[in-house]
């Protein structure tokens, strides 16, 4: 079965520090998405992306943040300058097109900022 | 604006009913149902489109009421592995991206 897989699950990192999430969505699909879910809260949309570019993003997704899809297949999300309440869980999720459709999430990465 | 879940939390023994809630203060265009386990990615459950539908997913069905703005997730018989956080995610558009709930965790006792 397609799935959306992650790299890394799990990234200790200076606060300060540069961070890239990798992302390979499920190959026909059109449409991706970052999400971020801090430890016991709600899942917090990010950024949407289609058509490579960005369609929609929140409040959140400000200047240190930045979303690429540098090959077709690859989704990254980079945060330049990682600040503590950057920790949290970022899960990267994509569907084929519509919104009746079932989103498909990946399996996370953590990001402890340190 | 956020839909507002509820309750926050239930516990139940194997084998009881729950209703999980998710209201809008406005009109919706789709209603979309998922559950995370702790320490994995939500995972689908269904999706529910304006036009008043209800919808069964093996012993989880759900409804969706335009007027009221609400739907409600219905878990009957409840087993072990329905234990976890339900979210619902809303949108008003279908050009417009989900916002979520803050989500409902159910816990299942044997």
């Known amino acids: 079965e397609p799935e959306v897989t992650q790299t890394p699950s799990h990234q200790v990192t200076q606060m300060g520090q540069e961070v890239i999430l990798r992302c390979v969505p499920i190959?026909?699909?059109?449409?991706f998405y970052w999400y971020r879910q801090i430890l016991g809260q709600k899942v917090e949309f990010l950024v949407s992306?289609?058509?490579?570019?960005?369609?929609?993003k929140s409040e959140i997704f400000d200047d240190q943040f930045s979303v690429e899809r540098p090959d077709g297949s690859n989704f990254t999300l980079k945060i330049r300058s990682t600040k503590l309440e950057d920790s949290a869980m970022y899960f990267c999720?994509?569907?084929?097109?519509?919104?009746?459709?079932?989103?498909?999430f990946g399996e996370g990465s953590r990001l402890t900022v340190l | 604006q956020q839909p507002v879940q509820s309750p926050q939390a239930v516990i139940l023994r194997e084998g009881e009913d729950a209703v999980i809630n998710c209201s809008s203060s406005?009109?919706?265009?789709?209603v979309h149902w998922y559950r995370q386990k702790h320490g994995e990615a939500p995972v689908f459950l269904m999706i529910?489109?304006?036009g008043g539908e209800q919808k069964g997913h093996e012993k989880i069905s759900a409804s969706f009421n335009e007027k009221k703005q609400q739907s409600s997730l219905y878990l009957t018989a409840s087993q072990l592995s329905y234990s976890g956080t339900y979210f619902c995610?809303?949108?008003?558009?279908?050009?417009?991206?989900?916002?979520w709930g803050a989500g409902t965790k159910l816990i299942i006792k044997p």
């Open positions: 995610g809303t949108n008003m558009d279908s050009n417009y991206q989900l916002i």
């Open positions: 999720a994509s569907r084929v097109a519509g919104w009746t459709g079932e989103l498909f």
């Open positions: 529910l489109l304006k």
């Open positions: 992306f289609y058509n490579n570019e960005i369609s929609e």
């Open positions: 190959s026909n699909h059109l449409y």
């Open positions: 406005k009109a919706l265009y789709s």
